[in-house]
């Protein structure tokens, strides 16, 4: 009884503040827009959907979703083999700089492959090559940004299958490729559903890149969300159109869930040190450098792009773009500030947001901890819901919800990290889960019988072994943090834009001086990014959560 009163208690800060910061906004913004004078106006569901340009809205978002996820396993799933079984000098790095384009802003993406292939960029200058404002570069700029999503997630089940299941499976006559069709390939189809689900989640929600990438073009949802929100102000076509995003991302988290649960339970997994070694032979190796070559073009090509561009001044190669980045005079008009202090409030947010999502984070994992209910199957299925759920809808709610004592927060320095920490919580939980379930639960029962009261159970038994998941999970919530754009980009004020909104506003004024800085900038947030990456790569153990 006294166990469950605590995880009651535990539970009260998380629902109350996905409640308040979550639940309440999306919801005003619904009811804002399917509503009229008290009734429900459900006719504009088909109004909506009959609309021919909505529903090229919804084939583009569904097609490049699904062009998107399958292009990436076809590029992603060979290095996630050569991460899971080879050993080689530079792992540890490679692995790191695999991981980077996953932490990075989306706008900051888009700039890397707008420098590479929009106008100006590195293929225009070579070959007269522009893909800016098509679907290839939106597809690449997909692919980069989720190729650690499969390393991760379908490498990390791969490291640890034993083997010797497939040496059998060939020593009773099997082939090579037959082996691994009927043995491996089974065992890894709930990594590859899960990893498959989360890149499909992270491109059908797809904001940042299409929108710097696919111009006037191209729309996924998110997009069109934003412009119904901000430019046209059609709040019922952008409510029919967040709901359909919502069932929509619903359905996808409850079958990552489940493939997650396949892959917990049915498998047995040994140590991953006793199943790399060295490649052997010449098609190994063929397969580790051509793993190289792929990360050198597909992800390292377009950042080297991004700081090369960032240098490019109008008289030769320089700091202009950046000495500049400090003045007010040569700030963006929708600025109050100078471009470079976008960077101290994007750092100040951060720091602010990963506490939030820290306390909040923490305490739902440490409930979460003991599986089991519907309730909380469904706790945890809230807490991943702000990384699907339109983050247009997020911030544009802050707006019209928070402006009533005592939740009158729309001039508030902290509206901004409270909605940063919507997205760094589901990082928080997910990171912190795995090792609180590893830890051995008859050593807090001994605490306990010992006189231990819950908060020492936890200071003298958890939180020394989860220490350095606790570390990683700071870390990786203050890079999400850093680069949140979607709800940000409504609620942060001109006198305190962040750095992904800087960039935003610049890349969308013409004029070379904009555009460099916007590169500069760009720059600077994804070396703050990469910094915090490498540091949790010194931190990072085979166990340390699920990212």
Known sequence: MRATAVRMGLLALPLVFFALFFAYPVAAIVGRGLTDGGHWQFGRLTAVLGDPDILHVLWFTLWQAAASTGLTLLIALPGAYVFARFDFPGKQLLRAVVTVPFVLPTVVVGSAFLALVGRGGLLDDLWGVRLDTTVWAILLAHVFFNYAVVVRTVGGLWSQLDPRQEEAARVLGAGRFAAWRRV?????????????????????????????????????????????????????????????????????????????????????????????????????????????????????????????????????????????????????????????????????????????????????????????????????????????????????????TLDKPPLDLRSSWWLVPLAQALVGVPFVVRTMLPVLRAVDGRLREAAAVLGASPWRVWREVDLPMVRRALL????????????????????????????????????????????????????????????????????????????
């Not at 834009?497 to 800085?517: D, H, K, M």
């Open 472 to 547: 990683i999970a700071a870390g990786f919530a203050f890079a999400v943090s850093l680069g949140e754009f979607g709800a940000t980009v409504f609620i942060a004020r001109p006198d305190h834009p962040t750095l992904p909104v800087a960039v935003a506003r610049l890349l969308g004024r013409a004029g070379e001086l904009n555009y460099g800085q916007a590169m500069a900038l760009s720059t600077l947030l994804m070396v703050v990014c990469a910094g915090a990456l490498l540091a949790l790569e010194r931190l990072r153990t085979d166990h340390s959560g699920e990212f």
């Open 184 to 400: 491996t390939l089974p065992a890894l189809g709930p990594a590859v559903a899960a990893a498959a689900l989360m890149v499909f989640l992270f491109t059908f929600t797809s904001f940042g890149v299409v929108q710097i990438l696919g111009g006037p073009t191209f729309s996924t949802l998110e997009v069109e969300i934003y412009r119904q929100t901000a430019d046209f102000l059609d709040l019922p076509t952008a409510a029919v159109l967040t709901v359909i995003q919502f069932v929509a991302v619903l359905g996808l988290l409850a079958l990552h869930a489940w493939t997650v649960r396949r892959r917990e339970t049915t498998l047995r997994l040994v140590d991953a040190a006793r199943t790399a070694h060295r490649p052997r032979g010449g098609g190994q190796w063929t397969l580790l450098w051509g793993t190289v070559a792929v990360i050198a073009v597909l992800l390292v090509a377009p950042l080297v792009v991004l700081v090369v561009r960032s240098f490019a001044g109008p008289d030769g190669y320089g700091t202009v773009f950046y000495t500049t980045l400090g003045s007010a005079a040569s700030a963006d008009s929708t600025f109050a500030v100078a471009p470079l202090d976008a960077l101290w409030n994007s750092l100040a947010y951060g720091v602010a947001a990963t506490a939030i999502a820290l306390v909040v984070g923490g305490l739902a994992a440490a409930v979460l901890t003991r599986r089991g209910g519907r309730l909380m199957r469904g706790l945890d299925a809230l807490l991943m819901l702000p990384l699907g759920v339109s983050a247009v809808t997020v911030g544009f709610g802050f707006l019209i």
